[in-house]
């Protein structure tokens, strides 16, 4: 069973950065595609970015485009979101997830592998 952990999460003014890292435990995700998601309170989970195996495949909900960065480092382990121009509607947890389809996807049911979320809260 792989768990995944993220980190990185906070508090930041508008117009700032964060950027939020998720390392698995339990084995490795080499071949796993891996996405970030968001939930925000009352509102249903929506797909934030994805990469796929080899890091050189990247998606991108339209609402992010621009100003988020997906990437993977394979050898720490390790899925990265740079997160910059932040703005008030991104605030939300935000939950890494591992996915078997290597290719990456967007969509949530593909993904059987979730941690436990962090927040990220922007201020206006």
């Known amino acids: 069973q792989v768990q995944l952990v993220e980190s990185g999460g906070g508090l930041v003014q508008a117009g700032g950065s964060l950027r939020l890292s998720c390392a698995p435990s339990?084995?490795?995700?080499?071949?796993?595609?891996m996405g970030w998601f968001r939930q925000a309170p009352g509102k249903e989970r929506e797909f934030v970015a994805a990469?796929?195996?080899?890091?050189?495949?990247?998606y991108y909900a339209d609402s992010v485009k621009g100003r988020f960065t997906i990437s993977r480092v394979n050898g720490k382990n390790t899925v990265y979101l740079q997160m910059n121009s932040l703005k008030p509607e991104d605030t939300a947890g935000y939950y890494c997830a591992a996915s078997a389809v290597a290719s990456g996807t967007t969509d949530p049911s593909q993904y059987r592998h979730w941690g436990q979320g962090t927040q990220v809260t922007v201020s206006s």
């Open positions: 990469i796929d195996w080899s890091g050189g495949t990247t």
């Open positions: 339990g084995r490795t995700f080499g071949t796993y595609a």
